[in-house]
T-cell receptor, first 115, second 114 residues
Framework: AQSVTQLGSHVSVSEGALVLLRCNYS??????LFWYVQYPNQGLQLLLK??????LVKGINGFEAEFKKSETSFHLTKPSAHMSDAAEYFC?????????????FGQGTTLQVKP | DAGVTQSPTHLIKTRGQQVTLRCSPK?????VSWYQQALGQGPQFIFQ???????QRGNFPDRFSGHQFPNYSSELNVNALLLGDSALYLC?????????????FGPGTRLLVL
């Protein structure tokens, strides 16, 4: 069975500091992996996705993530945090083959950016 | 190009009532998925519709049902509401059933059951 674990329900960084949000997955087949962001009182917006092409994936707003099969990880990073990055971030997985598009989400990580 | 739209934005119901939520997919999309997001949790998959049929269902009781119309819009119905059904209900659309096509989410309908 597939699952996603996001380590750290709350991460706080200073403006300009590195952002690192951790995600580990469990999947019996090659996964497709996603990071979504949710701003208060809004739906989810896709930041980036991994679909078995390049292991380093670049997304919107300066975010990127690296797929590491040996570590079953897909951590999200951004070199320099902006105040506007404060939001809830969700990692999600879809089974790689024969899947039906059912996204399985982690519990989410709240990113706080301090001035 | 309008994205995914959902109505209503907010809804208050009492226990035992029934509710219908609506979703219009992004233009060109034919697949609609519904998710329930309880406060402080990640979204949970309810079911997915493609070609007016339910393609896959998550671990939700039969009180949760849905429908997809020929224009690809969709409804989520919940009968016999429980307090625990209070949540943000998200609709997502994509361009094909299955695969890694990006799912685009609407703003959600926030349901409060009293």
């Amino acid at each position: 069975a597939q699952s996603v674990t996001q380590l750290g329900s709350h991460v706080s960084v200073s403006e300009g500091a590195l952002v690192l949000l951790r995600c580990n997955y469990s999947s019996s087949v090659p996964p497709y992996l996603f990071w979504y962001v949710q701003y208060p009182n809004q739906g989810l917006q896709l930041l980036l996705k991994y679909t078995s092409a390049a292991t380093l994936v670049k997304g919107i707003n300066g975010f990127e993530a690296e797929f590491k099969k040996s570590e079953t990880s897909f951590h999200l990073t951004k070199p320099s945090a902006h105040m506007s990055d404060a939001a809830e971030y969700f990692c999600a997985v879809i089974m790689g083959s024969g899947n039906t598009g059912k996204l399985i989400f982690g519990q989410g990580t709240t990113l706080q950016v301090k001035p | 190009d309008a994205g995914v739209t959902q109505s209503p934005t907010h809804l208050i119901k009492t226990r035992g009532q029934q509710v219908t939520l609506r979703c219009s997919p992004k233009s060109g999309h034919d697949t609609v998925s519904w998710y329930q997001q309880a406060l402080g949790q990640g979204p949970q998959f309810i079911f997915q519709y493609y070609e007016e049929e339910e393609r896959q269902r998550g671990n939700f009781p039969d009180r949760f049902s849905g429908h997809q119309f020929p224009n690809y819009s969709s409804e989520l119905n919940v009968n016999a509401l429980l307090l625990g059904d209070s949540a943000l209900y998200l609709c997502a659309s994509s361009s094909q059933a299955g695969g890694a096509e990006t799912q685009y989410f609407g703003p959600g309908t926030r349901l409060l059951v009293l």
